[in-house]
């Protein structure tokens, strides 16, 4: 899963540049045959603006938020994108200059506003938080939303990607920000997680149930409720959660080591001009923390289980077996925060200065922890994990502690398995086969991987001067075996005549299926769906 090609031309600094929205949809090149099954749409959210007039953003999560979709009609396929009219975006393009503070990009006040303005006064009284939506889109009940990780998310129209209304998670349920990576359940009920304030002034993180459609047609976001809440290792001091892990019956949280620091949050934001990223930090001491608790109904379980510092953005899947939790996570070793590698100046820079910031960061590695949960009885100083297919290991330590130690599924240098996808449908939250994932080569995207997690078989689609996105996995609409579907995929090439395709391969070996190729080409994508 190691990548086959070195990129010293220099071509994926394109697909960190501005691009334009779209009037109306355009048609696009398509060879191969279309699966005739995909009748739907392909969504995808990143950055599409990353400066505004002579002011540029700085970090790779700080570009304007433009929504993409690729649709599926009687085998022929049309491409479409807009920008997301979020405050942050309406703002800066009216004003010409960056309005609103965005995670790596410090926005100054207006300096046409004197002194003893109002506008002065509010910029100290707090801070404005970004609406910037350009990390995933996902349904809830019957609409869709476009989201980052704030208390805000962003209501779109999936068929003419207008925008709708902004909505502050903040006024239906107790968080400070909720993740853009939601689990979501067979009847549509959403489950995600973010920090919160907790008993006694004291940080936790809640997760939040929000059920399916409503028969009186309300909206099910009024209906939000917290589930559980986990305690915080250090009470001012949250750890950064992207992300979380659900079986049938559990929910998993990652404690990692790097840290929010609220106090630094709260007071150098008005006063310094920092941004988010000046307000992360590593607490080197601490290790990892995993946390388990019941999903139906919510409820903690107070059993202390730890082990060596990881960075992480992305849980694979998790499942249970045998009284035991197995979860699988792209993890990256060490406590260091790897959006530190992500400003856009190094992922912009020459192939060899881009190798060797890579050098210097955390190492990615796909791995597997397992928690037993039935541990009272067991003794002290043994390997808790007695499944018979896994080397992960669990042994309990004297203060009652369990120190877990991991699986390695998949690890090369500097060669990262991340943006995982499985079978979402069909084997989330159950004992699975395979991941699909984007390769990165030094943080440069540049191939489509699969996983077999029982083996640890692996399978690469790649080509010279490509630089693809996520992989969103569709099923075959009669498929038996669990990697009967299609990979759907954006490839930026652009070298090529036409800078941009939409590919589709077989997700059993990764062969091309058919791709369909634009004029235009298209920047960096993170997340997204697959609309029926």
Same mark, same amino acid.
């Given at each position: ?362 190492? $990615?590695?796909?791995?597997?922890? &397992?928690?037993?949960? /039935?541990?009272?009885? *067991?003794?002290? !100083?043994?390997? %808790? ?82 630089? $693809?996105?996520?992989?969103?996995? &569709?099923?075959?609409? /009669?498929?038996?075996? *669990?990697?009967? !579907?299609?990979? %759907? ?44």
């Amino acid at each position: 899963m190691v990548s086959r090609f070195e990129h010293p031309a220099g071509s994926y600094k394109k697909i960190f540049e501005t691009c334009e929205e779209l009037a109306e949809p355009l048609p696009t090149t398509v060879t191969g045959r279309i699966p005739s099954f995909l009748k739907g749409s392909l969504l995808r959210l990143g950055p599409g603006l990353f400066e505004v007039g002579d002011e540029p953003f700085y970090h790779l999560f700080d570009g304007q938020a433009l929504m993409h979709k690729f649709d599926f009609k009687n085998g022929q396929v049309t491409y479409y994108r807009k920008f997301v009219r979020t405050d942050a975006y309406v703002r800066a393009i009216t004003e010409k200059r960056v309005v609103i503070t965005e995670f790596g990009t410090f926005a100054y006040p207006d300096p046409c506003k004197n002194i003893f303005s109002s506008r002065f006064f509010s910029y100290f009284k707090g801070v404005e938080v970004t609406d910037n939506c350009l990390v995933n889109v996902y349904p809830i009940g019957e609409d869709f939303y476009a989201v980052t990780e704030t208390n805000y998310i962003t209501k779109v129209n999936t068929d003419t990607l207008e925008t709708l209304k902004k909505v502050d998670m903040c006024n239906f349920v107790n968080i400070n920000g909720i993740t853009a990576h939601p689990h979501i359940e067979q009847d549509g009920t959403v489950y995600n997680i973010g920090n919160c304030m907790g008993k006694g002034a004291t940080l936790a993180y809640n997760i939040v149930r929000i059920p399916p459609t409503q028969k009186d047609k309300s909206d099910p976001i009024e209906k939000s409720k917290v589930v559980v809440q986990f305690p915080s290792a250090e009470r001012f001091k949250p750890s950064y959660v992207h992300s979380f892990g659900m079986s049938e019956n559990y929910f998993v949280f990652v404690e990692t080591p790097v840290k929010i620091n609220l106090l630094k949050f709260l007071s150098a934001w008005s006063i310094r001009g920092s941004n988010y990223m000046d307000c992360f930090e590593s607490n080197e001491s601490q290790g990892t923390i995993f946390h388990v608790a019941k999903k139906d109904p919510g409820e903690y379980i107070d059993l202390k289980f730890k082990g060596a510092p990881i960075g992480m953005f992305h849980h694979i899947n998790t499942y249970e077996d045998q009284g035991f939790i197995v979860f699988d996570l792209c993890s990256w070793k060490g406590f260091e925060f790897v959006y530190n590698y992500l400003w856009l100046a190094n992922l912009r820079a020459n192939w060899e200065e881009v190798k060797k910031a890579a050098m210097m960061a955390p190492q $990615p590695e796909v791995r597997r922890y &397992v928690i037993p949960l /039935d541990v009272h009885k *067991e003794e002290q !100083g043994k390997n %808790l994990v007695s499944l018979p297919y896994t080397t992960a290991t669990a042994v309990m330590h004297a203060d009652g502690m369990i120190w877990l130690e991991p699986e390695v599924l998949f690890s090369g240098p500097r060669q990262a398995f991340e943006f995982p996808q499985i079978n979402y449908q069909k084997y989330g939250g159950k004992n699975y086969s395979y991941a699909y994932g984007l390769g990165l080569n030094h943080f440069i995207p540049d191939r489509i991987c699969k996983l077999n997690v029982r083996t640890k078989e692996t399978w690469v689609w790649q080509e010279p001067e490509s630089y $693809p996105s996520e992989p969103l996995f &569709v099923q075959t609409p /009669d498929g038996v075996d *669990e990697d009967d !579907g299609v990979l %759907l995929t954006i490839v930026a090439a652009p070298g090529s005549q036409r800078p941009a395709y939409m590919l589709i391969l077989n997700a059993k070996d990764l062969s091309e299926i058919a791709r369909a190729e634009v004029e235009c080409s298209i920047p960096v994508t993170f997340h997204g769906m697959y609309k029926q």
